[in-house]
């Protein structure tokens, strides 16, 4: 198997950082080391992410508010989008986890794996400094830099709620009218959408259209596909 380092294209000065960073509390607690595990770590690290992609953010978009920008970076680092990014480099495989964890599905658990993105990105900037930590994030993460660039503004709620369901399995989502009331001339439509056989969300519009695009906004809204069984 490939290594964490060549993975990420970082060789770490001080290898004790890396085993930190990769170790779960559920770990640190069997081996009866309870001071050695990612928590501290992962502190530091979303300190480290938040400056580097605000930077990078306040670099790109030299016009943009306060708030867009905000809204920009909540789309960088929710654990939805760290996730991700611990999929893209294969994170959970290695993770260092106690052996009820393990068992439970911890290398997919989305808390675990959000959290050892944080104290990678923390190991990193500890062992190499803020310029090595920038390097990471940049060079991993560009697609999705790059995402936010091409589409600064959240205004394709099907798009957006097919991206993060897609994050998680090849499933895409399905929409259905599930009712329609009115004269032919002035129709509403009631539509659903349904991903791994749970409704996320229903909307309403005067045509099919509009209320599939009410529908995934409000399944955006309502995150009700979030849970610890699966990766955001």
């Given at each position: 198997m490939e290594s964490i380092e060549e993975r990420i294209g970082y060789k770490f000065t001080n290898s004790l950082l890396l085993a930190e960073a990769l170790t779960h509390p559920s770990l640190a607690y069997e081996s009866k080391r309870p001071h050695f595990d990612n928590q501290r770590l992962e502190y530091l690290g979303d300190a480290v992410i938040q400056l580097i992609l605000t930077d990078e953010l306040f670099r790109l978009f030299p016009s943009f508010s306060e708030g867009?920008?905000?809204k920009l970076r909540s789309r960088l680092v929710s654990r939805s989008a760290l996730c991700r990014y611990a999929?893209?480099?294969?994170?959970?495989?290695?993770?260092?986890?106690?052996?009820?964890?393990?068992?439970s599905g911890g290398r997919k658990r989305p808390s675990n794996l959000a959290d050892a993105i944080e104290a990678l990105a923390g190991a990193i900037y500890l062992d190499g400094g803020i310029g090595k930590a920038r390097e990471f994030l940049l060079n991993n993460f560009s697609e999705f830099i790059e995402q936010i660039v091409d589409e600064p503004?959240?205004?394709?709620?099907?798009?957006?709620?097919q991206e993060q369901l897609q994050s998680i399995a090849p499933t895409s989502p399905s929409y259905s009218?599930?009712?329609?009331?009115?004269?032919?001339?002035?129709?509403?439509?009631?539509?659903?959408?349904?991903?791994?056989?749970?409704?996320?969300?229903?909307?309403?519009?005067?045509?099919?259209?509009e209320a599939e695009t009410q529908a995934a906004a409000n399944a955006l809204e309502n995150e009700s596909w979030k849970d610890e069984k699966v990766c955001e």
């Open positions: 867009r920008l905000t999929h893209k480099i294969d994170l959970g495989e290695y993770l260092l986890l106690g052996k009820g964890e393990s068992a503004e959240e205004n394709n709620p099907k798009g957006e709620l009218i599930v009712s329609q009331e009115g004269p032919d001339h002035s129709k509403s439509f009631v539509a659903e959408v349904t991903w791994e056989g749970t409704i996320l969300g229903r909307g309403t519009g005067k045509s099919k259209k």
